[in-house]
């Protein structure tokens, strides 16, 4: 998995860093609270394991920022804390776990693990460019928080798009989701997507040539 750890405490930090690394895991870490929130403005992650109280935007805050832009991750949260309206603001935040320090290496990988093993997570909201977002559950395309105005078959492609992010869609895929088996010809299909780029205030439908479209991952 994919994670960003949040810790201000070096060892700690580095003993986590090092434990998650040897069991295969992919970590970036961080000491900071504004580094934290910036790494996540330009990358994307599986997981995410945070203190709450460190130097500038406490754990909490970071995901009430992370929610206010439309991106939802799981997270895991480490601390010392022990209040009950701390863990109750954390579990209402979407908390998945909260381990309260000090707690052993092994056992943050046994919640990792748990949460590796559970069925996928569903999230509604997914990031599509800097500033546009997809809401799977309503079938709305946010342009920041305002909703853009498109039409039916528009949407569709979007949806379409979105659950394929980072996949090429060719143009038979597209005749068979979007134009569920209609008698459809390329042209037309092309002209569709081309008008609604149109519409778009950021391009993020990318052309693949002679083949169809895709919307790319995030780096």
């Known amino acids: 998995m994919k994670m960003l750890l949040l810790e201000d405490d070096i060892l700690l930090n580095t003993a986590i860093t090092h434990y998650l690394s040897s069991i295969g895991h992919a970590i970036t870490s961080v000491r900071d609270g504004n580094v934290c929130l910036n790494v996540l403005q330009t990358k994307t992650f599986d997981l995410l394991i945070f203190d709450i109280n460190v130097p ?3 754990g909490l805050s970071i995901i009430e920022k992370l929610h206010a832009m439309k991106k939802m991750v799981p997270v895991i949260f480490i601390s010392t804390l022990i209040d ?5 603001r954390a579990f209402e935040l979407g908390c998945f776990d909260y381990l309260k320090k000090p707690f052993h290496l092994k056992e ?3 919640r990792i693990n748990k949460i590796a093993q559970s069925k996928p997570i569903t999230l ?3 990031r599509l460019s800097k500033c546009y977002s997809y809401n799977s559950e309503t079938m709305a395309l946010y342009f920041n928080d305002t909703p853009e105005v498109l039409s039916k078959r528009q949407l569709k492609i979007i949806d379409f798009l979105a659950h394929n992010k980072g996949f090429v869609c060719s143009y038979e895929m597209f005749m068979e989701h979007v134009w569920d088996d209609v008698d459809v010809d390329i042209p037309t299909i092309r002209a569709e997507i081309n008008r609604l780029k149109h519409l778009l205030k950021e391009d993020f439908i990318v052309n693949i040539r002679g083949i169809g479209y895709m919307v790319k991952r995030s780096e």
């Open 124 to 126: 509604c909201h997914k």
């Open 56 to 58: 500038n935007i406490d």
């Open 108 to 110: 943050l990988g046994l």
């Open 84 to 88: 009950i309206e701390d863990i109750t």
